[in-house]
């Protein structure tokens, strides 16, 4: 990727032009202090001895006071070297950081769903056990009343019953039978209660830890709100502060540079033994459903204000979109690249390479071989913050090629 300039806002150029005038301040400092020195050197000499006493120490404290000067301005350099840092390295640590919290919540969010899932397991047998209760509750019901109708076999039940004592006996056995089932229902009927108090217990449980889950789930979005306003600030930072903002050119320039270096030294390993990667040229399937927003070698300024030349193309896709590898290969990297965010190199045979870049979410590893159209990965907004849509490179060896040369134009559409 080839640097251009920055196109600072037009409030910005008196703060530019302060850094610029305290950075070149030492130096002046020093020729005056120099140049008092070459006009007054003559002259000490010619003057008598009391008189160049006097004028030398005049000249030596104002030779003192620029020295003091010098090392204050000296110290006002170094504090603000102190305050210089890494701003790619920063990033870096906060994309991680955001992965981190993000990969929490999805987590959580999965725990949650498995508990309601359980809750409604729980819920449905309760439903069942209460239906059972009722049974119960309306059979007792039944023989309480048949009980009560027909009472104890006695004198009186026998002298003025329709029916004979043996009849009596008869169904007083088949009585002392039922109360024995009785017995059993009721046993059964304690047993569906106690059923009842411990679902109803465990489904308390149950909601109790969902409930936990809810609250961690809070905190953890919180957190990432917090350091997502982080990487807000620093880009505010980074506009504001001309130093940085070189610094941030100079070390995308390094990561460009990198990436270059990375593809030739792979040129060296082993190729993979795949032969259609040069015979689909201009059949390729786009790397992701979506609509064509940067062209090969245009000149884009990206949310830095970093004005470049892309080496690739960029595609503009919803969130949590397929990303596909665009032919066979071997992963040769798959990870946080600086400069580019997560990256997955794919080498497809004869030192052809595809680099995708910007990726939310990577789902292939170093070293895996894949097919045609098999996913790598999903695009997302925390990984295009800085610039726009998904970036995808064409690169022979280190050298870049315009993708639009390989992929199947049918199948594309481009923004104008």
């Known amino acids: 990727m080839r640097i251009g300039r920055i196109h600072a806002p037009a409030g910005m150029r008196n703060i530019i032009y302060?850094?610029?005038?305290r950075s070149s301040s030492v130096a002046a400092i020093m020729i005056c202090a120099i140049t008092l020195v070459g006009l007054f050197a003559t002259p000490l000499f010619a003057l008598d001895k009391a008189a160049g006493t006097k004028n030398l120490s005049v000249y030596?404290?104002?030779?003192?006071?620029?020295?003091?000067g010098i090392l204050q301005q000296e110290n006002k350099q170094a504090e603000t070297q102190t305050v210089e840092r890494n701003i790619l390295a920063e990033l870096e640590v906060?994309?991680?950081?955001?992965?981190?919290?993000?990969e929490k919540i999805d987590t959580l969010e999965k725990r949650m769903h498995?508990?309601?899932e359980m809750i409604d397991q729980k819920e449905n047998a309760l439903r069942k056990i209460r239906a059972k209760k009722k049974l119960v509750e309306f059979h007792l019901q039944k023989r309480i009343t048949a009980y009560y109708t027909m009472g104890n076999i006695g004198l009186f039940n026998v002298t003025f019953s329709t029916k004979t004592l043996p009849e009596l006996l008869t169904f007083h056995d088949a009585f002392d039978t039922l109360i024995k089932y009785d017995q059993e229902v009721i046993k059964s009927y304690r047993e569906t209660i106690d059923q009842l108090v411990r679902a109803t217990t465990a489904l308390d449980l149950e909601k109790s830890v969902l409930q936990d889950f809810i609250e961690q789930n809070e905190q953890e979005k919180v957190a990432l709100l917090q350091t997502t306003t982080e990487k807000k600030t620093l880009l505010t930072q980074v506009k504001t502060q001309e130093q940085l903002h070189e610094q941030a050119i100079t070390e995308m320039q390094q990561a460009s540079d990198d990436l270059a270096k990375s593809i030739a030294i792979l040129k060296k390993k082993k190729t993979v033994a795949q032969q259609n990667f040069l015979t689909q040229k201009g059949k390729l399937p786009p790397p992701v459903n979506g609509a064509v927003i940067t062209l090969y070698h245009q000149e884009k300024t990206n949310t830095l204000g970093i004005s470049s030349s892309s080496e690739?193309?960029?595609?503009?896709a919803p969130d949590g979109t397929r990303i596909i590898a665009v032919s066979d290969g071997e992963v040769s990297f798959s990870g946080y690249l600086r400069g580019f965010g997560n990256t997955v190199i794919i080498h497809h045979g004869f030192e052809y390479y595809t680099?995708?870049?910007?990726?939310?979410k990577i789902s292939v590893k170093k070293g895996q071989?894949?097919?045609q159209g098999q996913s790598i990965g999903v695009t997302g907004d925390t990984a295009t913050l800085f610039d726009e849509g998904l970036y995808f490179e064409i690169r022979h060896g280190s050298e870049s090629q315009d993708p639009l040369l390989w992929l199947n134009p049918d199948k594309l559409s481009i923004l104008h």
């Open 355 to 360: 680099v995708t870049s910007r990726i939310e």
């Open 18 to 21: 302060g850094v610029r005038r």
């Open 114 to 116: 498995d508990q309601q």
């Open 369 to 371: 071989k894949v097919k």
């Open 312 to 316: 690739g193309i960029a595609f503009k």
């Open 60 to 68: 030596r404290q104002s030779i003192n006071r620029l020295q003091e």
């Open 94 to 102: 906060l994309d991680r950081k955001l992965v981190g919290q993000q």
